[in-house]
């Protein structure tokens, strides 16, 4: 399985506000640090805004900071609200299904157990556990990027 950049910048982010959390951080911030889009990453900080992981300030002081209650979610549940679909092939969907072995297939039991298995390991980690090294992570993050786009 492989997350969608929209899942991979929303890590990202809530790991680099969980670095920066005494103060709030702009979205061209986050970008320059990662070297990606700061296009993509701000439709992120609307969506996690959206969703009240995030609080955000517009203006001169403006800003992004964390909601209280995100540094205790399990990343598992953000995977599944930022992810539009956790299927891991076509017969997952019975709507789009076309494949024609499903009623007897043996490696679709497999596939369900697989993602479960995924998910179980991503429901034991909250955002706080794996930003527990800000000492480590800031260094990087002030290093300059090569690649951010507008």
């Known amino acids: 399985m492989q997350l969608t950049t929209h ?4 890590l990202r982010l ?13 979205t061209r911030e986050v970008a320059d640090a990662y070297g990606i889009s700061l296009h993509h990453l701000t439709k992120v900080a609307k969506s996690l805004t959206k969703k009240g992981w995030l609080i955000a300030a517009r203006g001169g002081g403006g800003g ?3 909601a209280e ?4 979610t399990r990343i598992g ?3 599944r609200c930022t992810e539009f679909t956790c299927d891991l092939a076509e017969c997952f969907n019975p709507k789009s299904n076309t494949c024609p072995i499903t009623a007897v297939c ?7 157990r697989a993602r479960k298995a995924f998910f179980e390991v991503l429901d034991t980690v909250t955002v706080r556990d794996v930003a527990r090294n800000p000492e480590e992570l800031n260094p990087i993050f002030a290093q300059p990027r ?3 786009s507008p």
């Open 146 to 148: 090569k690649g951010t």
């Open 69 to 72: 209650h995100t540094p205790d």
């Open 7 to 10: 899942t991979d910048y929303a």
């Open 64 to 66: 992004l900071i964390l």
């Open 14 to 26: 809530l790991l680099y506000l969980m670095s920066h959390r005494a103060r709030k951080v702009s």
């Open 77 to 79: 549940d953000i995977v």
């Open 106 to 112: 043996r490696l679709k039991p497999i596939l369900y």
